[in-house]
């Protein structure tokens, strides 16, 4: 299930599938609905970008695709996992906290490998090994409102 991240050059190497410039909050957030509304399950997806760059914003969108009310979804930041119930179970995990992650004392492995949960990670890099199915959403700042969402 895991790749060897020094043998595994997707994260830096894979062409974008998608360039989006959104303007605001709202259409990051639509954006990431839409995407939502496509999941089958089985889905991972590493959020990156700056703090404040919409990360949480994104995951809120993926819930309101899988039928979650967004708002209940907060960011994980000190309770490291959140799990929200719609069409797909979402895991919200952020490891901004931690300097690097015991995967197997919180329970990742069983996340990864969940068929029918979608699993959202924040701060990924610090997770330690890149899943062997996973879309890299990189959120880049271009200005005060401006964000670049670049999916690969």
């Known amino acids: ?34 995407i939502g509304e496509r999941l089958t399950g089985g889905e991972v997806f590493f959020l990156k970008g700056d703090l404040g760059s919409g990360k949480t914003v994104f995951a809120k969108g993926l819930a309101a695709g899988l039928g979650i009310v967004p708002s209940e979804v907060t960011s994980p930041t000190f309770t490291l996992i959140n799990v929200y ?4 179970r979402l895991y919200h995990i952020d490891l901004y906290r931690l300097d690097a992650v015991v995967h197997d004392e919180l329970g990742l492995d069983e996340i990864l490998e969940e068929e029918r949960a979608v699993v959202a990670i924040e701060w990924a890099e610090r997770l330690g090994f890149v899943p062997d199915k996973v879309t890299n959403v990189a959120m880049t700042w271009l200005s005060d409102n401006q964000r670049k969402i670049t999916i690969a």
Not at 25 to 32: P, R, Y
Not at 85 to 88: I, M, N, Q, T, V
Request: charged share 35%; no cysteine; net charge negative.
């Open 1 to 34: 299930m895991r790749a060897d991240p020094s043998s595994d050059r997707r994260d830096t190497e894979q062409q974008p599938l998608h360039e989006i410039i959104t303007s605001s909050a709202d259409e990051t957030f639509a954006v990431a609905r839409g």
């Open 85 to 88: 119930e719609g069409r797909l």
